[in-house]
C-alpha cells in the first residue's frame, strides 16, 4: 500500500547542463506563490563519476504556484555514437499554463520570452533554457469544443493554429462566426 504523502507524491525534475539555479530564480520570478527550497551541492565524494567541482550547485528544489519540482545540473555528458544519451529538452514534454484572461496570456508570454525564449505555433514557446511551455486561455476549451453550430470548433482551430500567442477576442470571434 503506497504512503500517505501530506504534499504531492510526483516532483517533476529538470535536468540543465549548469544552469538550474539560474533557471529556478527566473521561474519563482514568473509565478505567484513561488519560492526557491534548498539546494544542494556536489562534494568530493563521487568526482570521479561526475567530474564536477566540490560547492558546484547539484539540486535546486522549487515551487511554482504551490507545484514541486526539482533542478538538477547533471552536466551533458557526451554520448557515444548510437547512444541516446542526449539530454537536452524537448516538446514531448511542456507545461501547460491555464489563464483565466488576455493579460495572463500576454503576462506569462512575455516573461517566459525573456532572456532568449523562443515563440512557436499555437500558445506554445521555448524559454531560453530550452523548456517548453503552452500559454493557454482556459476559453479554448469551449472554443475548441465547438458547441453551437457545430462548426465553431473548426473555426476557431483553424484560427489558433495560425496564431502565436493565443489571442482569446480572436478565437471567440472565430468560434462564433463574427471574425
Not at 5 to 29: M, Q, R, V
Not at 67 to 88: C, E, M
Not at 114 to 119: L, P, Q, T
Request: glycine letters at 14%.
Amino acid at each position: 500500500m503506497p504512503l500517505s504523502h501530506s504534499s504531492s507524491l510526483i516532483t517533476p525534475c529538470l535536468w540543465f547542463d549548469n544552469e538550474g539555479e539560474e533557471a529556478a530564480k527566473f521561474y519563482t520570478s514568473i509565478f505567484p506563490d513561488s519560492e526557491i527550497g534548498h539546494v544542494s551541492r556536489y562534494t568530493e565524494a563521487g568526482q570521479d563519476q561526475h567530474h564536477q567541482p566540490a560547492g558546484k550547485v547539484l539540486t535546486v528544489n522549487f515551487t511554482l504556484s504551490g507545484t514541486r519540482f526539482l533542478a538538477l545540473n547533471g552536466g551533458s555528458p557526451d554520448p557515444k555514437p548510437g547512444s541516446d544519451l542526449n539530454f537536452k529538452f524537448t516538446e514531448a514534454i511542456s507545461f501547460q499554463i491555464d489563464c483565466k484572461d488576455q493579460d495572463e496570456v500576454d503576462y506569462y508570454w512575455t516573461r517566459l520570452l525573456e532572456g532568449g525564449g523562443k515563440e512557436a505555433r499555437c500558445g506554445w514557446l521555448k524559454d531560453r533554457f530550452g523548456l517548453s511551455w503552452q500559454v493557454v486561455p482556459v476559453q479554448l476549451k469551449e472554443y475548441l469544443g465547438g458547441k453551437g453550430d457545430g462548426q465553431g470548433g473548426k473555426r476557431a482551430m483553424e484560427r489558433m493554429m495560425g496564431m502565436g500567442k493565443l489571442d482569446i477576442e480572436g478565437l471567440r470571434e472565430a468560434y462564433e462566426g463574427t471574425g
